[in-house]
Every structure is written in C-alpha cells, then in structure tokens.
T-cell receptor
Framework: SQQGEEDPQALSIQEGENATMNCSYKTSINNLQWYRQNSGRGLVHLILIRSNEREKHSGRLRVTLDTSKKSSSLLITASRAADTASYFC?????????FGAGTTVTVRA | DAGVIQSPRHEVTEMGQEVTLRCKLISGHNSLFWYRQTMMRGLELLIYFNNNVPIDDSGMPEDRFSAKMPNASFSTLKIQPSEPRDSAVYFCAIPGQRSNTGELFFGEGSRLTVL
C-alpha cells in the first residue's frame, strides 16, 4: 500500500508561475524525498529532507516537512516548460522507500 | 543515470509466455530494488536485495514471479507464466552513495505488455 498521498493529483500552470504540491503520510519516517518522473522515463531524485528538518531549498525547489501533521510540500518557483512531469513523494522507513501516487504537473508555455 | 541499464525497454508478449527483465549495474552495487509501476497501484516495491541476497520479497505478487541477483552487476526478474495483469513498467533501482538516506537511482524501466 502507498505510504504517501499527493495532492493535487494534477496541476496545470503557466510558465513562470509557482507550483505547489502536498504529500501526506501515515507512519513515522526517517526522511522524506521527492522524485520527478518525465513521461516514459525513470524516477529522478530531487531533494531529501530529514525528519528533524523543517525546510530545505535546492535551486528553484523548496520543501517543507511537518512531522506533527505528517505532511510535506514541494514548491517549484518560476516554473519552466521543462518542469512538466509527475512528482512523487517517498518516505523512508529502514531500507524501504514507499511512494505516493504522484502529482502530474503541466507547465504551459 | 547512475549506470543502471534495463533491458528490454519494451516487451510485448502473449499470456502464458515467460518474460525475463534484466538490470545491469555499470559500477556494481551490493543492494538492488525492483519496483513495479501501474496506473492503478502506483509504484510498488517487489523485492530488495542486499549483498546479492533477497532480504524482502514480500512484494512479489505470487509464485509466478522470481528474481535473482547472481552478482553485484546483474539482476533478473522473471515472470512465468505471464498474465495480462502483469502489464506494467518495471524498474530496478540502487541506493545512492549516501546509502543510509534511502535515496535511490532508477533505471529507465522496462514496459511490459501482456496480451
């Protein structure tokens, strides 16, 4: 069963706008990760946030983690057409990585 | 990519046929995961190898599925006999260098269609 659930399922934005997607999970975690998947390709790791961290930045990406609410958010600022992809959160417990259903982001030129 | 090469990239077969999916690790690794992705169930962990030994195969659907990792550079996932519900994209993945964080590097996947 999936540990994380993303919201929204799909998102369509104009180039230059920000995209925000959320992830909720059910059990205690070691860390939470976000991955991107372009159509027909494998998943690519974007960013990891540890359970004792609240916010992390990497380029145009900003991730927050609220362990009390068991939720995380991914913000992509100044979106580009190349950001069109599906984004997945994944929680780590021991060695196991459990993925959510993903948010499909479409960035319109 | 982190040198995770999957083959075939696409496979179309008929129900009842044997399917073998392959994963080659260019630099070798002692841990490997096989995942399956479908629209209905998303990404599911099938099996996890550590030191070439299956540690967790609880995600393997049934006896029709088997996986091996004979050495640090190669793994196979076999389905015999295949069924239409096995249609999915199958990924192998290895941990990153900082393996204690759980970050994974994925191959490009093998898309299986069983008619």
């Amino acid at each position: 069963s999936q540990q994380g659930e993303e919201d929204p399922q799909a998102l369509s934005i104009q180039e230059g706008e920000n995209a925000t997607m959320n992830c909720s999970y059910k059990t205690s975690i070691n860390n939470l990760q976000w991955y991107r998947q372009n159509s027909g390709r494998g998943l690519v790791h974007l960013i990891l946030i540890r359970s004792n961290e609240r916010e992390k930045h990497s380029g145009r990406l900003r991730v927050t983690l609220d362990t009390s609410k068991k939720s995380s958010s991914l913000l992509i600022t100044a979106s580009r057409a190349a950001d069109t992809a599906s984004y997945f959160c994944a929680t780590t417990t021991d060695y196991k990585l459990s993925f959510g259903a993903g948010t499909t982001v479409t960035v319109r030129a | 990519d982190a040198g995770v090469i999957q083959s075939p990239r696409h496979e179309v077969t008929e129900m009842g046929q044997e399917v073998t999916l392959r994963c080659k690790l260019i630099s070798g690794h002692n841990s490997l995961f096989w995942y399956r992705q479908t629209m209905m169930r998303g990404l599911e962990l099938l099996i996890y190898f550590n030191n070439n030994v299956p540690i967790d195969d609880s995600g393997m659907p049934e006896d029709r599925f088997s996986a091996k990792m004979p050495n640090a550079s190669f793994s196979t996932l076999k389905i015999q006999p295949s069924e239409p519900r096995d249609s999915a994209v199958y990924f192998c993945a290895i941990p990153g260098q900082r393996s204690n964080t759980g970050e994974l590097f994925f191959g490009e996947g093998s898309r299986l269609t069983v008619l």
